[in-house]
């Protein structure tokens, strides 16, 4: 088989990638957009290139043998943004993974790594195709080299041969460079002759070939204002063709044998993909689940317990013993309870589903809270019995919360991910038991189970037992015993009950605004319509482009390989040009509420209890914020008032009663204030100010009289923006402003705030010497990058720094409020519930003998869940729905 190499240009395509796509982050907070790009140009090479050899060159520095000559090259280009830049060495991570070869070199840039091996390639005559976003490449073209240029977005790309670029620019690959020195190029700050454009140069070139050849014939120039330029330019345009010049004898020991490749091991690729959240890609690597292997496995002595052998029975129902339910549905509102498992001192035992739901003994053990239990994930094991009607009490240590707390970063906290962590045992996983994706097939819980499965569901009791004493000696050492006894356990119950208890949604109220939707839709797609003098498909991209950039004429924004794209930031950019953009924004915007909460509301509501169960997730953030699932409350749209009007659907369960809304005012610029120690900060939320007024007040320098509407945006902008980490380009992006004007807020906003600066750099250098953060509750969040020497991922670690104590004290101080609230109603004997946790507010529902409590006892128990040195603030409402109760 002949050799074909291909050569990525690791910068511009990372670039290109970054720029196409919309900041994305995964579950930890990394951005990888720029990654998931480049993984998708990598993936579509592979697949239709077929290399056997391939290379990936990067730039090594900002530095190059280029600015001996010109100290200015390139000296016009935007820092990169942070955003980026965290990005690239996973992207050599991503390449690890693959197998695939990457280089760089001290004072060269990728072009020239690239133009020494295309050379070397040339001679041996291999089939070589080089995949870039820069058109100097264009200059390596040859029988052998083919250039494949990107273009718009990640997916559209121009090859060229020697016949495309002569049909292109009727022009030899040798001078391309000509055609940089006499027209330059602003990108890399290549002067070029002023008022030389790519036509002039081109007319120049055809008719003299050279830029020596430009100037031997300068005579015969007669355009005077041309000639004028080229002759005052004469020392740029030689020096822009030099600097234009690919160097294609680099001082690099690569070899083309080097970069062979054989093709990628997905059992490398898959974690690497799993660790950044790109599960759409996973299938495409042919990610499959191993089939667990009879020989994999000793088989252990496993007893099954039956409601008449009371011997049996004393023997497993003793305290402490491990305890595991196993629920086998992602949803397990939803999901039977195969069988339960236990551990203890006299051995291992399995109990199957059908004689759980008839042994009185069982059931009275499960619920004794005398009884000590080890488990794994008491909240799913306590929602899906109670569904049984069996109750669950009696937890002291749930090993998976116990995982989460020491390793907040982690995304596996599978029992047998846990096991193998801290014990080095090993058990099946679910994945190997079961099956994955079409091939899951799970058993029937009322018939008998396969021995297979048994010896699974026992592993699990077994590995908790295990790693029980394991994991309480680390969370002794980490000083999180507190948090995990005193907060996230309890919290877990708490949980519990919340997604037991559900909330009430009215179907016809979401019918209704169903209907209401689709006339709006109707009567905007007439509007639509209307302005475009004609009627067409508005959810086609294809026709929306056509209607906007072929018959309206507007700016194109951006390509896709398959024409104009249309996506939500185009569209937002075109706003202003034209009515007909804002009615196709408002469009989709009413389409997705109506088709994905309206419609998706419609699917969970649960018939036997015409209620909601979300799912609250306590594992998934780093900071220790909650998220739910199946709904996701956390995502419905409030900043539409069709939005909003959804939480009128969620009302009461219980005639004669209302929902209350407590909701933590700027908890987390609180939470920044305390830390901080900020006067300024401190001074404006002891003293009730609008901390966004007062923000845009010391930022810009003016009487509060004189802040405008946009200020206080902006003011606003900056304010979260810091909680967050936000880069000048982050907050460039959120305001539509340039970097320099974005840099210039963030400078004024640490002059005005000195404390924040200075708790910030503090932060930082703590971090450095732990190597780890906290939270005022002492959660912790490892930064293992923290001291790296690789820019990149040390400034990562260090914006991680900065953020993770703010936002995790204020997930804690939420978290704290709702333990101390369940406890009071239970304290009061109160008939008032707790039923869900959205963003910093809770929700309850409330009889309305007791409304005058409520509303004098949540905001005092919220107020007082932690002490800050600036007050907490808690704004109380409540109402008929919970749209009415805000």
């Not at 619920?367 to 009607?389: H, T």
């Not at 091939?439 to 699974?456: G, S």
């Not at 406890?823 to 910093?840: F, G, P, R, W, Y």
Request: hydrophobic content about 40%; glycine content about 6%; overall charge negative.
């Amino acid at each position: 088989m002949s050799n074909k190499l291909i050569i990525m240009d690791g910068n511009s395509i990372a670039f290109r990638a970054f720029y196409a796509l919309p900041l994305l982050n995964n579950d930890k907070g990394v951005y990888t957009n720029a990654i998931y790009g480049f993984t998708t140009i990598l993936l579509k090479i592979i697949e239709e290139e077929q290399p056997t050899h391939l290379l990936v060159a990067f730039d090594a520095g900002k530095v190059t043998f280029r600015h001996k000559d010109f100290k200015e090259y390139k000296g016009k280009r935007q820092k990169t943004p942070s955003e980026l830049s965290e990005q690239f060495p996973l992207i050599r991570k991503l390449l690890d993974s693959f197998s695939i070869k990457h280089f760089e070199l001290e004072g060269y840039e990728a072009d020239d790594i690239i133009g020494t091996m295309t050379k070397e390639a040339d001679q041996e005559k291999w089939s070589t195709k080089v995949y870039t976003g820069d058109k100097d490449m264009l200059q390596l073209v040859s029988d052998h080299v083919h250039v494949a240029l990107t273009r718009k977005g990640i997916s559209e790309v121009e090859y060229y041969d020697l016949d495309k670029l002569d049909e292109k620019y009727q022009l030899k690959p040798e001078q391309i460079i000509d055609l940089k020195g006499l027209m330059g190029d602003t990108s890399d700050n290549i002067p070029g002759v002023p008022g030389v454009g790519e036509k002039t140069a081109l007319k120049l070139l055809h008719q003299y070939e050279t830029v020596e050849k430009v100037y031997e014939h300068i005579e015969e120039v007669t355009a005077k204002k041309l000639k004028e330029n080229l002759v005052n330019y004469r020392d740029d345009a030689f020096l822009s063709k030099a600097l234009a010049t690919i160097e294609r004898g680099a001082p690099i020991e690569l070899k083309l044998e080097d970069t062979v490749y054989e093709g990628y091991d997905k059992e490398k690729v898959v974690p690497f993909f799993k660790e950044m959240a790109f599960g759409s890609l996973l299938e495409r690597v042919g990610a499959e689940v191993a089939e667990l292997k009879e020989e994999d496995m000793e088989e252990i002595v496993v007893q099954t317990l039956t409601v008449d052998d009371q011997e049996l029975l004393k023997q497993a129902l003793i305290s402490p013993s491990a305890l595991h339910a196993e629920v086998t549905e992602e949803n397990y509102h939803k999901s039977p309870v195969l069988g339960l498992s236990i551990r203890n001192k006299n051995g291992l035992f399995f109990v199957s589903n059908p004689t759980v739901q008839e042994s009185k003994d069982i059931q009275q053990w499960l619920k004794d809270r005398g009884q000590e239990k080890w488990i794994y994930d008491a909240k799913r094991a306590e929602v899906a019995l109670s569904w049984l009607g069996i109750e669950l009490e009696g937890v002291h240590f749930d090993t998976y919360l116990a995982a989460y707390l020491l390793d907040p970063s982690d995304s596996d906290y599978t029992a047998d991910s846990i096991a193998k962590k801290y014990t080095g045992l090993t058990i099946s996983s679910d994945e190997q038991v079961y099956g994955k994706g079409a091939k899951r097939t799970l058993p029937n819980p009322e018939e008998e189970l396969e021995e297979q499965v048994i010896q699974h569901i026992a592993r699990k009791a077994d590995s908790i037992y295990i790693v029980k004493e394991k994991l309480e000696e680390k969370l002794e050492e980490a000083e999180l015993s507190s948090l995990f006894f005193e907060l996230e356990q309890p919290l877990g119950r708490v949980l519990a009950k919340m997604e037991l208890e559900g909330v009430k949604v009215e179907r016809k109220t979401l019918d209704d605004m169903g209907e209401e939707l689709a006339s709006r839709l109707d009567e905007l797609t007439k509007d639509i319509y209307e302005l475009a003098g004609t009627e067409f498909n508005i959810n086609s991209p294809k026709q929306l482009g056509e209607i906007l950039f072929d018959k309206l004429q507007l700016p194109v924004i951006k390509k896709t390989k398959t024409g104009y794209s249309t996506n939500a930031e185009v569209l937002e950019k075109l706003e202003p040009q034209h009515e007909i953009v804002g009615n196709i924004l408002h469009y989709r915007q009413l389409g997705k509420i109506q088709s994905t909460y309206i419609e998706g509301l419609k699917k969970v509501i649960m018939a036997k209890t015409s209620k909601v169960h979300t799912m609250f997730q306590q594992t998934i953030a780093a900071t220790g914020r909650l998220s739910s699932i199946d709904p996701n409350l956390q995502n419905i749209p409030i900043r539409l008032e069709e939005g909003r009007k959804l939480r009128k659907a969620f009302v009461p369960a219980q005639e004669g009663c209302v929902l209350l809304a407590a909701d933590y005012s700027q908890i987390e610029l609180r939470v920044l204030a305390h830390i901080s120690e900020d006067e300024g900060l401190i001074e404006a939320f002891k003293e009730d100010k609008d901390i966004h007024t007062k923000t845009a007040m010391d930022v810009f320098h003016v009487e509060e009289k004189d802040v405008t509407s946009l200020m206080r945006r902006h003011a606003k902008a900056v304010n979260f923006g810091i909680v967050y980490g936000i880069s000048d380009y982050g907050l460039s992006q959120s305001l539509n402003i340039t970097r320099k004007e974005a840099a210039s807020f963030i400078e004024r906003y640490f002059e005005s705030f000195p404390g924040v600066k200075k708790f910030m750099e503090d932060v930082v250098k703590q971090a450095k010497k732990d190597g780890y953060v906290t939270t005022l509750l002492h959660r912790r969040r490892y930064l293992p990058e923290i001291n790296s020497s690789n820019f990149n991922l040390r400034s990562f670690a260090e914006r991680t720094a900065m953020n993770t104590p703010i936002q995790g004290t204020a997930a804690d101080i939420i978290k704290k409020a709702m333990i101390d609230m369940a406890l009071k109603l239970e304290e009061k004997k109160l008939a008032s519930k707790l039923l869900l946790q959205v963003h910093d507010e809770l929700i309850f529902e409330v009889p309305k003998n007791e409304i005058d409590i409520m509303t004098k006892l949540v905001p005092e128990v919220m107020e007082a869940a932690v002490q800050l040195n600036v007050p907490l603030k808690v704004d109380v409402d409540y109402g008929d729905s919970w749209y009415d109760a805000k």
